[in-house]
């Protein structure tokens, strides 16, 4: 059934939309992990912005946050940060996710009113991919 499903959500897009989706809040939370803690003001801004993305997941978003900080903390920990960043702007093909992904996580970046260094080596490194 869930094969059925693919087949047909990839004929309206809904596939490569989710993608690009789930791209943006991996990258949304990427930055809010990054500095070592994740505050209320970065959670506040993601959920804020959550809500005009287009979720269609199984997966409920905040659940989706939940275990992608969990994986950001492994990623930071091994220091595969750029890595992470190149491969999930591969997945945003279009150029108005891609600036909306910026401005995101430049958002996140400054909602604790502190840009770290590690946050803006990162950035630089999404600015880059535009």
């Known amino acids: 059934m ?3 499903q693919l087949l047909n959500h ?3 897009g809904t596939c490569v939309d989710q993608l690009q ?5 991996d990258l949304a939370v990427l930055l809010m992990s990054i500095d070592g803690e994740v ?4 959670l506040t801004v993601l959920n804020q912005w959550i809500e005009k993305l287009c ?8 659940l ?11 990623v930071i920990a091994k220091g595969d940060i750029e890595h ?8 945003i093909v279009d150029a108005p996710i891609k600036e909306l992904a910026y401005k995101l996580t ?3 970046a400054k909602a604790d009113g502190i840009v770290t260094e590690s946050e803006s080596s990162a950035l630089k490194v999404i600015e880059a991919e535009l």
């Open 106 to 108: 430049t958002q996140l």
């Open 2 to 4: 869930k094969f059925e």
């Open 84 to 91: 992470f960043i190149h491969h999930r702007m591969k997945h």
């Open 55 to 62: 979720w269609n997941s199984e997966i409920e978003a905040g």
């Open 21 to 25: 989706t789930e791209s943006v809040v």
């Open 64 to 74: 989706y946050i939940s275990n992608m900080i969990t994986h950001c903390r492994d």
């Open 10 to 12: 990839l004929d309206s």
């Open 39 to 42: 505050c209320e003001k970065e």
